[in-house]
């Protein structure tokens, strides 16, 4: 690994965009010939994010069991494998959607551990807006419980910048009304428009990443146990399965036909989605679905305009309930699915658990901020 390797972190909520931010980023830095590495991270192995970015062709290493706060030495050594072949010139990191306290966690402890190893840019969090906009507002009806609301706002709390997401999906009222509860919120901190998926407003975007200053120095003041029992309140699922078929079929319209059908099992349940995402990998191609909230529609994130008899599945869920009630949905789900389409499915690798209580490896305080 060279010296001055480029860090530049992500964080937001689950579901808020993260992947096809640092997507969008990626491609842009390996336009300007920029080597770059990517870290993804999950509380389980078997993660839809990375098989989609290596997917789309870039390198990408995963730390897995835990948030790279808690998986800090991971998270390095990880970033030392990327650069085995060809030293990357940047670093993006993308941390588990349920974690926050990443300041104090892994900025500060990499700035005062490998200072002349890396540069650190500024930390970004992504708002989502469907979700954001009831948490920010205390209205009810979010799906989560406080404890969980606790979480996204001390995330935006430690940002250097906030990423208002999916404007394209916003109307202009919507907009500056989002504006105007983060600047009664979080009046101190820069805030930058983008659409991830349209990449409307990232040419501000890959300015401010670029900026050379002291980022990274908000030290929150936090309380643990709520943050562990609103982490807690989430059940996640990560499964993969085998599809397999006599005849050819459509592999976007069964991703979103999964995504689909789970969303109406979801809601009949009263239950509220943090995320939902499933990758199907074929032979050939692959293609990625969908859902982050339950107020929005199934989206084909990444189509494959592919037809297969055969495909691997991976179904990554994190829903405000039992993991074990998740994973009955997906169960059934898949089932009436795969009679639909006249395919058998065969159950793979699943984990079904609730995040355990956030153990950082370090914690640098406020009065010791680099």
């Given at each position: 690994?060279?010296?001055?390797?480029?860090?530049?972190?992500?964080?937001?909520?689950?579901?808020?965009?993260?992947t096809?931010?640092?997507?969008?980023?990626?491609?842009?830095?390996?336009?300007?010939g920029?080597?770059?590495?990517?870290?993804?991270?999950?509380?389980?192995?078997?993660?839809?994010?990375?098989?989609?970015l290596?997917?789309?062709?870039?390198?990408?290493?995963?730390?897995?069991?835990?948030?790279?706060?808690?998986?800090?030495?991971?998270?390095?050594?990880?970033?030392?494998?990327?650069?085995?072949?060809?030293?990357?010139?940047?670093?993006?990191?993308?941390p588990?959607?349920?974690?926050?306290?990443?300041?104090?966690?892994?900025?500060?402890?990499?700035?005062?551990?490998?200072?002349?190893?890396?540069?650190?840019?500024?930390?970004?969090?992504?708002?989502?807006?469907?979700?954001?906009?009831?948490?920010?507002?205390?209205?009810?009806?979010?799906?989560?419980?406080?404890?969980?609301?606790?979480?996204?706002?001390?995330?935006?709390?430690?940002?250097?910048?906030?990423?208002?997401?999916?404007?394209?999906?916003?109307?202009a009222?919507?907009?500056?009304?989002?504006?105007?509860?983060?600047?009664?919120?979080?009046?101190?901190?820069?805030?930058?428009?983008?659409?991830?998926?349209?990449?409307?407003?990232?040419?501000?975007?890959?300015?401010?990443?670029?900026?050379?200053?002291?980022?990274?120095?908000?030290?929150?003041?936090?309380?643990?146990?709520?943050?562990?029992?609103?982490?807690?309140?989430?059940?996640?699922?990560?499964?993969?399965?085998?599809?397999s078929?006599?005849?050819?079929?459509?592999?976007?319209?069964?991703?979103?036909?999964?995504?689909?059908?789970?969303?109406?099992?979801?809601?009949?349940?009263?239950l509220?989605?943090?995320?939902l995402?499933?990758?199907?990998?074929?032979?050939?191609?692959?293609?990625?679905?969908?859902?982050?909230?339950?107020?929005?529609?199934?989206?084909?994130?990444?189509?494959?305009?592919?037809?297969t008899?055969e495909?691997d599945?991976?179904?990554?869920?994190?829903?405000?309930?039992?993991?074990?009630?998740?994973?009955?949905?997906?169960?059934?789900?898949?089932?009436?699915?795969?009679?639909?389409?006249?395919?058998?499915a065969?159950?793979?690798?699943?984990?079904?658990?609730?995040?355990?209580?956030?153990?950082?490896?370090?914690?640098?305080?406020?009065?010791?901020?680099?």
């Amino acid at each position: 690994m060279t010296d001055s390797v480029r860090f530049i972190m992500v964080g937001g909520f689950l579901g808020a965009g993260k992947t096809t931010t640092l997507a969008r980023l990626a491609r842009h830095y390996m336009s300007t010939g920029l080597t770059v590495g990517i870290v993804t991270n999950d509380q389980a192995a078997d993660l839809v994010d990375t098989k989609s970015l290596r997917s789309q062709g870039f390198d990408v290493g995963e730390v897995a069991g835990a948030c790279f706060c808690c998986r800090f030495d991971d998270l390095i050594l990880t970033i030392e494998k990327l650069g085995l072949d060809k030293a990357p010139d940047i670093i993006l990191a993308e941390p588990v959607g349920s974690c926050t306290d990443l300041v104090a966690t892994v900025i500060q402890p990499i700035k005062q551990l490998y200072q002349s190893r890396f540069q650190i840019a500024p930390y970004g969090v992504i708002l989502k807006p469907s979700q954001g906009r009831k948490i920010l507002k205390n209205e009810p009806g979010t799906g989560f419980s406080p404890k969980a609301a606790y979480i996204l706002e001390k995330q935006l709390e430690e940002a250097d910048v906030i990423l208002i997401n999916r404007i394209d999906e916003l109307t202009a009222d919507e907009l500056a009304e989002l504006h105007a509860l983060l600047d009664a919120r979080y009046p101190d901190t820069p805030r930058l428009a983008v659409s991830a998926k349209t990449g409307s407003g990232f040419e501000a975007c890959f300015e401010f990443f670029d900026q050379v200053g002291e980022f990274g120095r908000r030290i929150l003041d936090i309380d643990y146990d709520t943050y562990a029992e609103g982490e807690a309140e989430l059940g996640w699922l990560n499964s993969s399965l085998q599809i397999s078929s006599l005849r050819d079929f459509s592999l976007d319209n069964f991703l979103l036909a999964i995504v689909s059908e789970l969303k109406t099992r979801l809601v009949n349940e009263g239950l509220e989605v943090a995320h939902l995402k499933v990758i199907g990998l074929s032979a050939a191609a692959f293609g990625v679905s969908n859902l982050v909230s339950r107020d929005l529609s199934p989206e084909l994130s990444l189509a494959s305009h592919a037809q297969t008899r055969e495909v691997d599945l991976v179904v990554n869920a994190r829903v405000a309930c039992d993991p074990e009630l998740i994973g009955q949905l997906v169960q059934q789900t898949v089932q009436k699915i795969c009679d639909e389409f006249g395919a058998n499915a065969k159950t793979g690798n699943t984990q079904m658990f609730r995040p355990g209580r956030p153990q950082p490896t370090h914690r640098v305080a406020a009065d010791a901020v680099l």
